[in-house]
């Protein structure tokens, strides 16, 4: 699935992953169970399809410890489309201040 609505450690958050291993790709997740273009199961589509779940729990793991806020500016600055999940009260919150 190329978007992913993921645990942020302090919310949630909306991931356009057209790539399971952009992540990686864009030095997002690093260490030892880091997958990218290095990695000769991630060298085209259906490969990554064969280590999608891999992949989907990598990036779930990361993203679980990662502050929401900080992880929408640092994927947006690496060019990976993403969001923020906010819940009804932050979106009126928002709304009441005058923000989008």
């Known amino acids: 699935m190329p978007d992913q609505h993921l645990s942020a450690r302090d919310g ?3 991931i356009f992953l057209p790539d399971r291993s952009a992540l990686a ?5 690093d260490g030892p169970r880091r997958a990218d273009s290095t990695d000769q199961r991630c060298r085209n589509h259906g490969a990554r399809l064969k ?5 989907d729990a990598l990036v779930s793991e990361w993203t ?3 502050p929401r806020d900080a992880m929408v500016e640092g994927l947006i600055e690496a060019g990976i489309p993403c969001a923020p999940v906010r819940t009804v009260e932050e979106s009126d919150r928002r709304s009441r201040n005058g923000a989008a």
Request: proline residues 0%.
């Open 25 to 29: 790709h864009a030095g997002k997740i």
């Open 64 to 66: 679980s410890v990662q």
């Open 51 to 55: 280590i999608a779940d891999e992949l």
């Open 12 to 14: 949630e958050i909306l």
